[in-house]
């Protein structure tokens, strides 16, 4: 997975509770992005960064945000979860904005 | 509306079997179109990718062709295997210079022995 953590792997949450999902590389790639993947959706870009505490909102952002306080890390704040953000996040890398994505193994969070 | 559409939903061959997965777009300007495999509970891995002038690339066994014309691209896998066993993800680029990618829902491919 092209030097791409993701943690947890996967986590069970209530509705109400704020969750962190953090993705590391070790890459050194400017570009980091999160995304959602349901059934019958294409991935959906949540937030992306194109460097340190630089950051800029995808199609579904609410309920949503991010932070990046150094190159390899990529953190994505569930403020409040609902359980419409029960779904598999991922989270990609590029080099160059308009590059190839390569993309971590994801994380299965569950929201009751 | 920028949309990618991608057929069949699904599909299941005989191992050792060629077949085709489609890919039709809307998106304009066209930049770049990318076919992705995703293995289950894996993350997608790029295969390949095509700019406007290019309308044939190939790695190994899959083979994808762009017709810009006509905004379609075909992804042709040879003398299936197994392990070809997956989702397969066709995601367009758009010209616009903001990080402006299109993902469609992708062909569930099942190799049978």
């Known amino acids: 997975d092209a030097g791409i953590t993701q943690s947890p792997r996967h986590k069970v949450t209530e509705t109400g509770t704020p969750v962190t999902l953090r993705c590391h590389q070790t890459?050194?790639?400017?570009?980091m992005y999160w995304y959602r993947q349901d059934p019958g959706h294409g991935l959906r870009l949540i937030h992306y960064s194109y460097g340190v505490k630089d950051t800029d909102k995808g199609e579904v952002s609410d309920g949503y945000s991010v932070s990046r306080s150094k190159t390899e890390d990529f953190l994505l704040t569930l403020e409040s979860a609902t359980s419409s953000q029960t779904s598999v996040y991922f989270c990609?890398?590029?080099?160059?904005?308009?590059?190839?994505?390569?993309f971590g193994p994801g994380t299965r969070l569950l929201v009751l | 509306k920028n949309q990618v559409e991608q057929s069949p939903q699904s599909l299941i061959i005989l191992e050792g079997k060629n077949c085709t997965l489609q890919c039709n777009y809307t998106v304009s300007p066209f930049s770049n179109l990318r076919w992705y495999k995703q293995d289950t509970g894996r993350g997608p891995v790029s295969l390949t990718i095509m700019t406007f002038s290019e309308n044939t690339k190939s790695n190994g066994r899959y083979t994808a062709t762009l017709d810009a014309d006509t905004k379609q691209s075909s992804l042709h896998i040879t003398a299936s295997q197994l392990s070809d066993s997956a989702s397969y993800i066709c995601v367009v680029s758009e010209k616009t210079g903001a990080n402006n990618l299109f993902f469609g829902t992708g062909t569930r491919l099942t190799v049978i022995p």
């Open positions: 990609a890398i590029s080099e160059r904005e308009e590059e190839t994505q390569y």
């Open positions: 890459e050194n790639h400017r570009y």
